[in-house]
């Protein structure tokens, strides 16, 4: 497939890297010389410079031959317009854009994007995504990471053992395999000194471990339980950041029954508009949350939950802190750069929010090729976990899980089957239209394709 990516930045060169891997031909363009460079030099890939919303840009980077184009620059409207002219003048099948201010979002405008007006077929918005996910966190106190999978059925947790009071830890994945229906949970991958990684059978969990496990929904406090985690819903609840996030969070928090909800917002214009926008139901601040004295009014010591959500990781990470020593029982903070993600855990901020691996996630679930439903990219940009569907005549069908040969690296840790959820064994045999949840290594992931695809002769009929 041929792709053109938009935007050099950390989004647009992650995808460019992973599909680039699974031997796309991907063409990188980015206005900025350094950029370009950097994922010419870096990935096999094409890196070019221009402005992507540029024809002749286009032209030169293949437009005419392109399958897919994805739009990431930070300007929205560049965006558009690229997706606008791929579609216009060169035909381009698919067209993928990152859109960003609340304005061009509402349902009210929607027409917009219609083929014969703005033609983009998928529209990507972070911060809405975002903010949903912070929202399932804070509704899951002891999960730092939660994903909803199978249509709400099934969640994907990733859970700290904190200590070796932590009741899974010392056992090995196999072990806790053989117990999944008791335990009711199949851990599927696991975060250790900032890598996450798929385990092998024989791979024990240790102290100190992100296990990231499949569950029912059903099943969630009992889950939590067993690893030690019993904390309480968060009734007190304080947002640093009245930008996009932070305001789309406030939103949908309002309507829920908390006890108090506060917004520190740095700019006088912006917390003015903030407050307007939520009403006399919720506090804004404004101010500098770094500062003792503001965080002080905002009362971040009683706090259940603080959320840095600015847009600045310092100002995320170092206001996490402070409101972690004044006694905030946990914090939840937004991080961009990944160089940051190894050493925010010894800083006692509690969970780590990475708009771009959100982003990258909702972008890949859109090129995968076969049946693949959802996929979320987990922390390190190596591992990701998907949802599929098992196609007729492809070979996941062809034989019972512990004959088909599932790559290294690969870990199914639910079967979905109509109604019913099934933890699979080396003796489960899938039936087409099947659902399964599975963790996969980058290194394992066109094995995995493969395995899901139907065979060239089908797919081609």
Not at 11 to 40: C, F, M
Not at 169 to 182: D, F, S, Y
Not at 201 to 217: H, L
Not at 270 to 296: H, K, N, Y
Request: overall charge negative; hydrophobic content about 45%; glycine content about 8%.
């Amino acid at each position: 497939m041929k792709i053109i990516i938009c935007g050099a930045g950390q989004v647009g060169t992650t995808i460019a890297r992973h599909l680039a891997h699974e031997g796309n031909d991907v063409t990188v363009i980015d206005a900025s010389h350094e950029a370009a460079r950097r994922a010419d030099e870096s990935h096999d890939i094409r890196g070019m410079v221009g402005f992507a919303s540029h024809p002749g840009t286009l032209r030169e980077a293949g437009a005419k031959d392109a399958d897919l184009l994805i739009a990431v620059t930070r300007s929205d409207e560049v965006n558009m317009v690229a997706c606008q002219v791929a579609h216009s003048l060169f035909k381009v099948k698919r067209r993928i854009a990152r859109l960003r201010h609340h304005g061009y979002l509402e349902s009210i405008w929607s027409g917009l994007y219609a083929d014969d007006q703005m033609p983009v077929d998928v529209i990507i918005s972070p911060e809405v995504e975002v903010a949903a996910g912070i929202a399932r966190r804070l509704r899951t106190p002891g999960a730092f990471d939660m994903v909803t999978l199978a249509g709400g059925r099934l969640q994907l947790l990733g859970i700290q053992c904190e200590s070796a009071a932590c009741t899974p830890v010392g056992t090995t994945i196999a072990a806790l395999r053989q117990k999944a229906a008791e335990h009711g949970f199949v851990a599927v991958a696991l975060s250790r000194q900032g890598t996450t990684f798929v385990p092998r059978p024989e791979d024990r969990i240790e102290a100190g471990d992100g296990v990231y496990v499949v569950t029912p929904s059903d099943q969630i406090e009992r889950v939590l339980a067993a690893f030690g985690h019993r904390e309480r819903l968060a009734r007190r609840i304080v947002i640093v950041g009245g930008g996009n996030i932070g305001l789309q969070l406030a939103l949908t928090l309002s309507q829920e029954n908390l006890i108090s909800l506060k917004v520190i917002e740095h700019s006088p214009q912006r917390a003015e508009m903030v407050a307007q926008t939520l009403g006399a139901s919720v506090v804004v601040l404004q101010g500098d949350a770094l500062e003792r004295e503001m965080l002080e009014e905002a009362n971040t010591g009683a706090a259940d939950t603080l959320v840095a959500v600015t847009n600045d990781d310092e100002t995320n990470i170092f206001t996490s802190v402070l409101a972690r020593r004044a006694g905030c029982a946990r914090v939840i903070t937004l991080v961009n750069k990944s160089s940051y993600t190894p050493v925010v855990g010894s800083l006692g901020i509690d969970t780590v929010v990475s708009p771009s691996s959100i982003t990258i996630s909702s972008i890949l679930r859109h090129v995968r090729k076969g049946a693949i439903a959802q996929v979320y990219q987990l922390p390190g940009d190596e591992t990701e976990v998907v949802e599929a569907r098992a196609l007729a005549g492809s070979r996941l069908v062809s034989a019972p899980l512990g004959r088909i040969g599932l790559p290294e690296g690969m870990l199914i840790g639910a079967v979905i089957r109509g109604e019913e959820i099934i933890t699979p064994d080396a003796t489960t045999q899938l039936q087409p239209g099947d659902s399964v949840v599975a963790a996969i290594a980058g290194t394992a992931l066109k094995q995995a394709e493969a395995l899901l695809a139907l065979p060239e002769a089908d797919a081609h009929a």
